[in-house]
C-alpha cells in the first residue's frame, strides 16, 4: 500500500468534516500562487489528461458520494463550488430549522417541568426534596413523576418538537457530510491548477522537491 492509496481512500470513504491533504499539494499552497477566475475555468478536457491513476480512482469514487460525474461536466470547478455555496444554504436552513424546534422543545420542557414540579418537586430536584446529592429519591417517587408526565396534555407535542429537532440535526449532518465531499473535488481540481502553475514558473528548487515528494508519496510503505 502506497501513501497514495492510503490517502485516496480516507477521501473518498472518511465522513469527518476534514479535507485530507498531502505534504505535496501543501507545498503547492505555501507558493502563494494566485487562481483566477480565468483559471477555475478550465474545462474538464484541460484538467483530465493530468490526472494521475490515484487521482482518476478519486474522482471515480467521490462520483458516486456525490452523485455527479465530474468527467461529463464542462467547468468541474465552477460547478463544484456552486454545488458549496448550495449546500452551505441547506445547511443554514436545516440548522435555522433545528434552532427554532429547540426552542419550542425548551418551552414545552419548562411548562411540563413548572406544572408538574408543584405536585412532584423531584422535577426540580432529581434526588427529592431536602435531599442532598448523596440521597436518591425512592422507586416510586420516580415512577409516579414519569407516569404523570406521560399524561401531561402537552407531552405528546413535547415528542413531536423532539423528533423534528432531530431530524433537522440529521438533515444538517447530512449536508455537512455531502458538503465535505464537494471540498474534496475541489481541493483536488485546485491542487491540477497549482501544479500548472508551479510548472511554469522560476522556481526549478521547489520544483525539484515537489517531484521528490511526489515520489515519495507513491512509493510503498514496505
Not at 104 to 128: A, C, H, K, T, W
Not at 176 to 183: A, H, S
Not at 200 to 207: D, F, G, M, N, Q
Request: proline share 4%; glycine share 2%; net charge negative.
Amino acid at each position: 500500500v502506497t501513501s497514495d492509496e492510503a490517502h485516496a481512500y480516507v477521501i473518498i470513504h472518511e465522513n469527518s468534516i476534514d479535507i485530507p491533504t498531502t505534504t505535496s499539494s501543501q507545498l503547492l499552497r505555501e507558493q502563494g500562487f494566485s487562481l483566477s477566475t480565468a483559471l477555475k475555468r478550465k474545462t474538464w478536457n484541460d484538467i483530465k489528461d493530468t490526472l494521475t491513476p490515484i487521482e482518476q480512482a478519486i474522482v471515480e469514487g467521490l462520483k458516486e458520494k456525490t452523485g455527479y460525474d465530474i468527467s461529463t461536466l464542462e467547468l468541474p470547478l465552477v460547478f463544484a463550488e456552486e454545488q458549496l455555496a448550495q449546500l452551505q444554504k441547506r445547511k443554514e436552513m436545516s440548522s435555522q430549522k433545528g434552532q427554532t424546534a429547540q426552542n419550542l422543545l425548551d418551552e414545552v420542557f419548562v411548562q411540563i417541568r413548572n406544572e408538574l414540579s408543584m405536585i412532584y418537586p423531584i422535577f426540580n430536584n432529581p434526588y427529592g426534596a431536602n435531599h442532598g446529592s448523596i440521597f436518591i429519591a425512592q422507586p416510586q417517587i420516580f415512577q409516579s413523576a414519569k407516569n404523570a408526565m406521560l399524561k401531561h396534555p402537552e407531552y405528546e407535542h413535547f415528542k413531536e418538537l423532539f423528533l423534528k429537532r432531530d431530524e433537522a440535526i440529521e438533515e444538517e449532518n447530512q449536508w455537512e457530510r455531502l458538503e465535505t465531499k464537494w471540498k474534496r473535488i475541489q481541493y483536488l481540481l485546485e491542487t491540477k491548477l497549482l501544479e500548472e502553475q508551479l510548472a511554469t514558473a522560476p522556481l526549478e528548487s521547489v520544483k525539484q522537491k515537489y517531484q521528490s515528494l511526489k515520489e515519495c508519496e507513491a512509493a510503498s510503505f514496505f
